[in-house]
């Protein structure tokens, strides 16, 4: 962690009491001006009443019977009646409210309610403008070849809390809205980048387990759920998930409960789902600082309970893996471009393309457009958790893929160890820190700011927007930036 971590405690803390009293006047901003509609719109109807009287009474001394127009309902309220009384889409089930107040925890900055911690998003438009002007510019250097997506994963926090906690956290708390901010990313790609939406859909499904309790990242089935719409955008069949064999890892507790060492998470520790596709696959994984490919089977199911079960998928997060769908010989080949969101999200794609190359731009030495032209590679797809998305030290580094030359220090035809060499170093334990050079898997929530080594990921996210948020999301991010949050989890 930086020498400094007490200095930036006190000076993002000091931020955020500013965004809370920023939001707060903002609350009593909006109060006052409905203050002044509200008095205005009385004083005209007061002046329209006297209008309607001074001409029914010349009506009446003139002796007319004829109603006049002043008289007739207004299309206003006859409108507002309709509004009223029209038909809603179907009702998105809800999130059972317990009863229970949930409670802010200052040490870790995470908020706790139903045996479940949530990180919480303070995201605004400059931030998610910013990011949507680095995707177009990634689309201009890519060319018009190359079919670019870009898909923002929203967290938990906006699913998983009853809608009286969610009230609360956005009143007491002044989050962000990730529907708004979501929205924004969107509107500001331009044309011909092909936005994934995922939000209504991971809404539809937020009462099923696509959030981990324990951990920042959604689950195997939450990754589902957003690639089956990402077929969708694309043209794409979808693989339905029953034809899929479930596999399953008890007793997780990931980068939350490290972050705060919460009992209430201790006794209730997630499962890690992840889902064997069928067919055949071949499976090349380029780890830190290594130019040789190792041949690897697409999940690392020796992955053990513990902070670093989330490592089963992708092995991790490293710069390079390719998946190849031995059956399918199309030559239809993708890149994601990802944080560790996009563990769990990549392996879906495999079963609709020939090759599925996953790049972690956080390791990644390559420039992405000759490694695309080099492999033939004409999709690509950009995928980040909101957190990350709406973090400029994450920007900085997805920029870096453009600015490399050539198409990085990997041998693609080079396949010199197998599986077993990198599930036993030689120290006795086969945990998630053989998967990497520095995937150690120890999660490290740093400072009280959502900062936190989530080891295997170590992302390390700083976000400006009206408060200074940074996060280091460990899962070997080894990042020396002085800001720090998490890997897809903050900004």
């Not at 993002?12 to 006047?25: A, F, G, K, S, T």
Request: glycine share 8%; net charge negative.
């Amino acid at each position: 962690m930086p020498e400094n971590n007490e200095g930036r405690n006190y000076e993002e803390r000091y931020l955020r009491r500013e965004e809370r009293r920023r939001q707060e006047r903002l609350k009593r901003q909006k109060r006052n001006r409905m203050i002044i509609i509200g008095c205005a719109a009385a004083i005209l109807i007061i002046i329209i009443l006297i209008l309607i009287f001074s001409i029914r009474g010349c009506s009446s001394c003139s002796g007319s019977t004829k109603p006049t127009d002043a008289t007739q309902p207004t299309s206003a309220t006859q409108a507002a009646t309709q509004a009223a009384t029209e038909p809603t889409s179907p009702a998105v089930k809800e999130i059972a409210d317990n009863g229970k107040e949930g409670y802010f925890d200052d040490n870790s900055s995470l908020y706790f309610w139903d045996n479940k911690a949530f990180e919480l998003f303070y995201g605004g438009e400059s931030s998610a403008r910013e990011y949507a002007d680095a995707i177009n510019r990634y689309k201009k250097s890519l060319g018009n070849n190359i079919t670019v997506y870009d898909m923002v994963v929203p967290n938990h926090s906006e699913f998983g809390l009853c809608k009286r906690e969610a009230q609360k956290v956005s009143d007491e708390l002044g989050v962000s809205s990730q529907r708004e901010n979501t929205s924004t990313i969107y509107g500001a790609l331009s044309k011909d980048i092909k936005s994934v939406d995922i939000y209504n859909t991971i809404n539809e499904h937020k009462t099923e387990y696509i959030y981990f309790n324990t951990d920042h990242h959604w689950t195997g089935l939450g990754a589902y759920y957003a690639y089956a719409a990402f077929a969708k955008s694309a043209g794409l069949t979808p693989l339905q998930i029953s034809s899929a064999q479930k596999n399953s890892i008890d007793g997780f507790l990931g980068s939350l409960y490290t972050a705060s060492e919460a009992d209430v998470l201790e006794q209730n520790p997630d499962h890690v789902d992840y889902y064997t596709l069928p067919g055949n696959y071949s499976c090349k994984l380029f780890m830190q600082d290594s130019s040789e490919a190792i041949d690897v089977d697409m999940y690392y199911e020796s992955a053990e309970p513990g902070s670093g079960t989330y490592g089963v998928f992708c092995w991790g997060d490293n710069p390079l893996m390719i998946i190849d769908n031995v059956d399918n010989t199309s030559g239809k080949k993708i890149a994601i471009v990802k944080e560790s969101y996009g563990n769990a999200f990549a392996p879906y794609l495999s079963y609709n393309y020939d090759e599925v190359h996953i790049i972690d731009f956080r390791y990644f030495d390559g420039n992405l457009k000759d490694y695309c032209t080099e492999n033939g590679i004409s999709e690509v797809l950009f995928l980040n958790g909101i957190m990350s998305a709406n973090t400029g030290v994450q920007i900085s580094s997805m920029d870096s893929l453009f600015e490399n030359s050539g198409s990085g220090s990997y041998d693609l035809n080079s396949s010199s160890s197998s599986d077993s060499d990198v599930q036993d170093d030689g120290s006795g334990d086969s945990g998630e820190a053989d998967i990497s050079s520095e995937n150690d898997s120890t999660d490290e929530y740093a400072d009280s700011d959502n900062a936190y080594d989530d080891s295997g990921e170590n992302e390390d996210y700083s976000y400006d927007d009206g408060g200074d948020y940074s996060y280091d999301d460990g899962y070997s991010d080894d990042y020396s930036y002085d800001e720090s949050y998490d890997s897809e989890a903050e900004y």
